[in-house]
């Protein structure tokens, strides 16, 4: 099977990658509309959907979406459709829909490409109908999935993303091994061919679930972030992240224009574009280095 596989840009690429409840969205996905269609109240459904992964040494995540498809049989068909429609409701923090394309505009300007990505440990259904999502501002969204049966009913999990395997996700993207089958993420890259070098990477997450990969792209001198509900105010959870070294940044979750967060990845892709045409002249020298040397070896 031939996989798509994108290659090194004339441009440095920046890759702003999201979770997306309490990232993009105030609240989880799933409580914005699924849960209560099923009659119950939110704190009960995780509850009993900690307890159902407590009692059988099952993964979270494999657990709500279990329990999705067993409450919903009776009551609702649920479908690819269904999820979408539910994702369709979900809200958004503020100046999200404008935020995507201004970003991306503002690379351009001091020519960089800036592309956004999802990694999300939530349903891909409900965010592929989210309003961003259907207006195309996603190079990828790698979140948990279903498989559908011949009826469009969902039966069975197709993908599920923990905090630790949302990692591979950022390996697959810096170099340009996009397919979730593809086993091309495993070849070796030249650093110079790198097509997003985890310097260039930003993540923007809210909680521990993130840390894997905020760590990895710290560790490589790329950009975590984390963001708080603008409207709570509650920076408990990301003021405990930075203290112990999980993230680099703490923003409202507040996407308009000239706000912190807004004002911060500008910082960063204007940090972007300098740096990365340091690396090129760097690669050049390289390069002619090691022909020097090796016309020099071929003469001894």
């Not at 009960?44 to 040494?57: C, G, K, M, V």
């Not at 657990?63 to 409450?71: F, I, L, N, P, T």
């Amino acid at each position: 099977m031939a996989f798509e596989r994108r290659t090194k840009e004339a441009q440095p690429v920046l890759a702003i990658c999201y979770d997306f409840d309490k990232t993009l969205s105030p609240d989880d996905m799933q409580a914005q509309g699924y849960i209560q269609s099923v009659g119950y109240d939110i704190g009960p459904f995780w509850a009993e959907t900690n307890h159902l992964a407590q009692e059988n040494d099952m993964d979270t995540n494999l657990a709500y979406m279990y329990k999705m498809v067993q409450e919903s049989e009776g009551k609702l068909i649920f479908s690819r459709e269904s999820l979408a429609g539910y994702g369709a409701k979900v809200k958004l923090f503020p100046g999200v829909l404008q935020w995507f394309e201004r970003i991306r505009a503002y690379g351009k300007e001091h020519g960089v490409i800036v592309e956004h990505y999802i990694i999300s440990s939530g349903l891909k259904e409900m965010i592929e109908g989210t309003e961003i999502a259907k207006n195309g501002v996603f190079e990828k969204i790698y979140a948990s999935s279903f498989y559908y049966n011949a009826r469009g009913v969902a039966v069975w999990p197709a993908q599920v993303i923990n905090y630790t395997s949302k990692t591979q996700f950022l390996f697959r993207i810096e170099k340009g091994v996009l397919d979730i089958n593809d086993p091309g993420v495993n070849d070796y890259f030249p650093p110079e061919e790198m097509r997003v070098p985890f310097r260039n990477m930003v993540y923007i997450g809210d909680s521990d679930t993130d840390i894997p990969c905020m760590k990895l792209v710290n560790a490589y001198g790329g950009h975590s972030i984390g963001v708080y509900d603008p409207q709570t105010g509650n920076r408990e959870k990301v003021h405990r992240m930075i203290l112990d070294g999980r993230i680099r940044y703490v923003a409202a979750a507040d996407y308009s224009e000239n706000q912190e967060l807004d004002r911060l990845v500008k910082a960063i892709i204007d940090k972007t574009a300098a740096y990365e045409k340091l690396e090129s002249q760097y690669f050049c020298d390289m390069a002619e280095a090691k022909k020097t040397g090796e016309i020099i070896d071929k003469r001894m």
